[in-house]
């Protein structure tokens, strides 16, 4: 397993893989998130999004799943259970649980569609782009992506929960916010990518 994307920003592909088993305790938190995710969409979107204690418990399991990733990668990084399974895994299911909260929001009007779109579009781009790059070098995570995770964590539960006037309007402004960093820090990796690129061809 390793260190949380969705708590930390953490650059996956970057842990080094220790030779143990993958049934671990970090690797079933990761499963357990998973597991999470149909869970959390079911009560945001029961009722069309109109029941306040159903949208109560949504944004109560979609605090706990993002919890479960910053307590697996804690654990994987001081216990050593970094595994291939966590790698893979992990930011599956952090890209899965976000997804989810985007689409749905959306679905249920509270969410702009383009900023949905924008944010998948990026977390899908860059995804790619380390893969394109990984047999060449790791693009490290920044503190930007961190400062990303946090303020995207924030507004969707901000927006999950059923509040209403300034409380509501606030969570929207923090995913616009949350939107700048995240169209910003994906140049930032393209360019780091492109740097790599060009090392690795002049070397």
Known sequence: MSPGSA?????HLADRSERVSPWN????LT????????VFGWLLLSQGGESTALRIWA??????ATATDWLDGDLA?????????GKVADPIADKALMGMALVG???LGDLPWWITVVILARELG????????????VIPASRGGKLKTALQGLGLLLLILPLTGFLHSLGLWVM???????????????????????????S
């Open 176 to 202: 616009y916010a949350a939107l700048v960093v995240t169209v910003v820090t994906g140049l930032d990796y393209v360019l780091q990518a492109l740097r790599l690129r060009r090392g690795a061809g002049t």
């Open 77 to 85: 990084r001081r216990r050593g259970l970094v595994t291939d399974f």
């Open 59 to 64: 944004a109560v399991v979609f605090s706990i």
């Open 126 to 137: 860059i995804t790619l782009l380390r893969f394109w790059v990984i047999r060449i070098g």
């Open 105 to 107: 929001l959306s679905i």
């Open 7 to 11: 708590a930390g920003g953490a650059d």
């Open 31 to 38: 499963v357990l998130r998973v597991i999470l995710v149909p």
């Open 25 to 28: 305790l970090p690797n079933a």
